[in-house]
């Protein structure tokens, strides 16, 4: 059993930057592949970004592509995501999650959730 907390969220303006982080405890955290998603109101929670256990491979979806970078720390057991050049549209309640599939971008693909931080971007 996996616990993921997240933080760093937070209200900024259009082109700031947040760094969250995830905190995880109670497993094998360098076993999983890990990945944030968000979910905006009243859409669907969609993939952000996912990276592999030792952290070589990295994957984005294409609206973050090129301004966020997902990262991890295998000794800190801790998951990041660096946000740049916020857009008003990256308002969304941000999760990290853990799993097994090979750089899934599928919910179903992760078995442990965080309970979601907020990032709010103002215009």
């Known amino acids: 059993q996996v616990q993921l907390v997240e933080s760093g969220g937070g209200l900024v303006q259009a082109g700031d930057s947040l760094r969250l982080s995830c905190a995880a405890s109670g497993g094998t955290f360098s076993r999983y592949t890990m990945a944030w998603f968000r979910q905006a109101p009243g859409k669907e929670r969609e993939f952000v970004a996912s990276?592999?256990?030792?952290?070589?491979?990295?994957t984005y979806t294409d609206f973050v592509k090129d301004r966020f970078i997902i990262s991890r720390d295998n000794v800190k057991t801790t998951l990041y995501l660096q946000m740049n050049s916020l857009k008003p549209e990256d308002t969304a309640v941000y999760y990290c999650?853990?799993?097994?599939?090979?750089?899934?971008?599928?919910?179903?693909?992760?078995?442990?959730w965080g309970q979601g931080t907020q990032v709010t971007v103002s215009s």
């Open positions: 999650a853990a799993g097994s599939t090979y750089m899934g971008r599928a919910t179903g693909n992760y078995v442990y």
């Open positions: 990276i592999t256990w030792s952290g070589i491979r990295t």
